[in-house]
């Protein structure tokens, strides 16, 4: 999973070394309203533009058993109509005045965003405040949560079921995952997803659509003064429901206790591939570790100047690709992966062979400190360019809070990733990848006949 801005799926950075006027302009605020919403402000004074979000702490990780996939198409149902708003007027307002939105659903939480110019602030706040409370939902078969059940059984069939890659990536994440909540992929399973009724629907809004389960995030040309005078009229006015607790089904997630192999095989498969999957680490977990487990992977097979690539495809040339990475940024671990491609006339049991014998040989050896020294600068600029994007700035800090980080963490990541020792990067490679480490191999061959 791409890290977006702190650390593997995220890591932004305001800081590296000293705080100069213009990184002190960056600097967030936080406040919480009287309902329990907390509220972060992240100027960005360059240009007249706003980017809105609303973080709800809950995703496919709360869902009740048999009920996968709600929390997913609740984002779905959240812009269709309100008790002031009729069908699609949402999204019609927000383009009529020049703007974009968007949602997303994760294991660990739900996110709306809309990015606007300044003056439009005030209005995108309302909205949000309206669907938090007043959202229609009946039992009308033509009503918006029957279909918008139909839409995401549809948008599964498009995105897993007629991919080979993401339907065999599922069948490995299943497993890496069993017994956990991560189990099943936020989506759903379609059986499951059919099932779901406008009753399920009304009682997960009313239990986690509430103000103090929510985090807004503004970044863009705004003061802390101006947002919370808007959030007040807004936000403000809205009663917490009191249905959240603050649990989550969150748990650490067992190491594999076996190794397995799992092929799927397709007529659409062109290129073969092959992966190993090993249980991870994560930020919110192990943030230091995860963060050696970054820079090591970035110099094991992070790239085309990485140990992996030159070994096997500028030297050996048995792959036309390789590389490692690793989902660092879910709430529980997530995986650490090594995956290649051969070139043709290698087998995929040569390929593994070869790989993994880089790989011993390459934890054997060790990295030099000059290999590390480049990672972490690598991930540090990184996190710094991407303050650069307004969008990329809502998006780390809702994330990084909702899922139980702070502020500082978000902050102290260039400064905390340049920390990391070599001996601190090979360790936690060797670790996670170490011979006493149990994997899941996942081949993606061609259907018989179609190789």
Not at 24 to 38: R, V, Y
Not at 288 to 311: H, I, K, N, P
Not at 338 to 366: F, H, Q
Request: proline share 5%; aromatic share 8%; charged share 25%.
């Amino acid at each position: 999973m791409k890290r977006i801005i702190t650390g593997g799926l995220l890591a932004v950075a305001l800081f590296c070394g000293g705080a100069s006027a213009e990184d002190a302009a960056w600097t967030p605020e936080t406040f919480t309203l009287d309902n329990g919403m907390q509220v972060v402000v992240v100027p960005d004074h360059r240009a007249p533009v706003v980017t809105h979000m609303v973080w709800y702490k809950v995703g496919a990780v709360d869902e009740e058993p048999g009920k996968s996939g709600l929390a997913h198409l609740f984002e779905h149902v959240m812009f269709k109509e309100t008790e002031n708003l009729g069908p699609e007027e949402f999204t019609t307002i927000v383009q009529r005045n020049g703007g974009q939105l968007n949602a997303f659903t994760s294991w660990d939480y739900t996110a709306y965003f809309e990015r606007v110019a300044k003056p439009q602030l005030k209005t995108m706040m309302e909205l949000e405040a309206e669907r938090m409370r007043n959202l229609k939902i009946n039992d009308d078969p033509k009503g918006p949560f029957i279909s918008e059940r139909d839409v995401v059984k549809e948008e599964r069939r498009q995105r897993i079921d007629n991919d080979p890659g993401s339907i065999l990536q599922e069948q490995v994440l299943s497993e890496l995952w069993k017994g956990h909540p991560y189990e099943i992929t936020v989506i759903g399973k379609m059986d499951e997803v059919a099932k779901l009724s406008p009753a399920d629907g009304m009682a997960f809004y009313h239990k986690y659509y509430s103000p103090e389960n929510a985090i807004l995030v503004v970044a863009g040309d705004v003061t802390t003064d101006e947002v919370r005078t808007l959030a007040e009229e807004t936000y403000g006015q809205i009663e917490p429901t009191g249905t959240v607790d603050g649990t989550r089904k969150w748990a650490p997630v067992p190491l594999l206790t076996e190794n397995k192999l799992l092929v799927h095989s397709d007529p659409k498969v062109r290129q073969p591939s092959w992966s190993r999957y090993y249980s991870g680490l994560s930020e919110s977990r192990q943030r230091r570790e995860s963060y050696a487990l970054d820079v090591g992977l970035s110099v094991l097979g992070g790239g085309m100047t990485s140990r992996l690539y030159q070994a096997l495809v500028e030297d050996e040339q048995i792959a036309i690709n390789v590389s490692t990475f690793a989902w660092t940024t879910l709430h529980d671990e997530g995986p650490a992966v090594i995956s290649a491609s051969p070139v043709d006339g290698v087998s995929l049991d040569e390929l593994d062979t070869a790989v993994m014998a880089e790989v011993r040989k390459v934890l054997a050896e060790g990295f030099t400190d000059e290999e590390v020294e480049r990672a972490r600068n690598s991930l540090a600029a990184e996190a710094i360019y991407a303050r650069d994007s307004q969008s990329n700035m809502a998006n780390t800090f809702g994330s990084t809070l909702a899922l139980g980080g702070t502020i500082d963490d978000i902050l102290n990541y260039p400064d905390t990733i340049k920390s990391i020792t070599t001996e601190e990067a090979l360790a936690a490679v060797r670790t996670v990848f170490g011979e006493d480490r149990h994997y899941i191999e996942a081949e993606l061959i061609p259907a018989e006949g179609d190789q």
